[in-house]
């Protein structure tokens, strides 16, 4: 298992004092398709649309809170008293702090201080990168270093949300300019390092040409952005050449840039519906994307929510072929509600489904040619039957 101070598993919701870093769980469970109806940002409605109507349970959880604070009480504990009772599996409540970091990230940042890792077999976390420019590289810090304590406490043996949660720090302590300690190891030197905290960017969008001229766009997450870069990627690639659009992994993102992305191979068109309490909603491609350039996407069991609607979009509209594993099912729209004391409850609200009408949401999308190992040769070879 692998994180980094930004990044970490899926978490539907959140429960208990400390919180688990859940930036794939925010995608999914919030902006990724929280942001359908109010613009790019969640709680910034674009001017030129208007959030729908909140349904009973945004208001029974919204009065809830409400009474709550009347009577003295903490509005976020009554909200997540509902939310438990919801049944529903992505509704979430989060803090003022732990909501404006989901944001941060979705706008392709973080405060940090650049170090990804992974827990070995025996327990210890190894560091796997470190980003460019960062407060760690400035440090020395390299891939393959033993991440030995944070602030005085071992993180041996413990699971890597716990690690990233330790060196982002607490809501409250996490600002630009906060310090964290590091224990080290390198062979057989240790050492302490006091690293500061820095607005650190995230590449969420990388490519890469293979021999033979086929570009490969992989997409992490649909940040802000996200959707112009694969638009460039596509616009650069070498003419006539295949792209791999590869998105193994990608836990979602905000679905405005995935529509963007979508659009960079379809001239126009239907990209997906969504429901708001039973009123059904539509989103299109842009025009003048390219539908010549031969396609294949990549898809895994990692691949959620905003990243499901564009494989279903390419895939229905006969884009793309699909190769990979069976994508993860989550097609649900959440839609975040501001409580009296800064926390926001993240509520299940409706659906989306492809353009051929199909539901993701429990099932996820089949690819066309199963490949759970070897996905990018296969990619390859079908691009080579498909002319490149």
């Known amino acids: 298992m692998s994180g980094r101070d930004l990044f970490c598993q899926p978490r539907p919701r959140r429960r208990g004092a400390t919180l688990t870093l859940v930036f794939a ?29 909140a349904p009973a349970g945004r208001d029974g959880v919204a009065e809830a809170a409400a009474e709550a604070m009347a009577e003295g009480k903490s509005p976020m504990e009554a909200a997540e008293r509902a939310v438990s009772r919801s049944g529903e599996r992505w509704d979430a409540v989060y803090t003022e702090g732990e909501y404006a970091e989901f944001e941060e990230a979705l706008d392709g940042g973080y405060t940090g201080v650049g170090v990804s890792a992974r ?39 413990l699971p890597v949300t716990e690690v990233v949660s330790l060196l982002r720090g607490d809501a409250q302590d996490a600002a630009v300019g906060t310090g964290v300690r590091l224990g080290l190891e390198r062979g057989t030197r240790t050492w302490q390092q006091l690293l500061r905290r820095a607005r650190l960017s995230t590449d969420s969008v990388t490519v890469d040409e293979l021999p033979g001229g086929v570009t490969v766009i992989k997409v992490a997450a649909f940040t802000k952005g996200s959707g112009d870069a694969v638009r460039d990627a596509v616009r650069e690639a070498p003419g006539g050449a295949g792209v791999v659009l ?24 239907l990209v997906a519906t969504y429901d708001v309490e039973g009123a059904e909603q539509a989103l299109h491609a842009e025009g003048r994307g390219d539908t010549a350039r031969p396609l294949v996407t990549l898809v895994d ?71 759970d190992t070897g996905a990018l040769d296969r990619a390859e070879t079908v691009l080579a039957g498909l002319g490149r």
């Open 25 to 53: 769980g925010v995608l999914v469970a919030g902006a990724a398709t929280g942001s359908l109806p109010v613009g790019e940002r969640r709680g910034d409605p674009d001017p030129g649309t208007t959030r729908a109507a």
């Open 119 to 157: 827990r070995e077999r025996d327990g210890r976390i190894e560091v796997t990168e470190v980003s460019t420019g960062s407060p760690a590289a400035t440090a020395g810090i390299r891939a393959g270093d033993r991440l030995v304590s944070i602030d005085g406490r071992s993180v041996a043996g």
């Open 246 to 269: 590869d998105l193994r992994g990608n836990s979602g993102g905000l679905v405005t840039e995935a529509v963007t992305a979508a659009s960079a191979f379809l001239d126009g068109g």
């Open 301 to 371: 069991g990692g691949t959620m929510s905003a990243a499901e609607l564009v494989t279903g979009a390419l895939q229905d509209r006969g884009r793309s072929v699909v190769v990979g594993s069976r994508t993860f099912g989550k097609g649900s729209v959440q839609m975040p509600t501001p409580l009296p004391d800064g926390s926001v409850a993240e509520l299940t609200v409706g659906h989306y489904r492809t353009p051929a009408g199909r539901a993701v949401d429990g099932k996820g999308i089949t690819p066309d040619l199963e490949a």
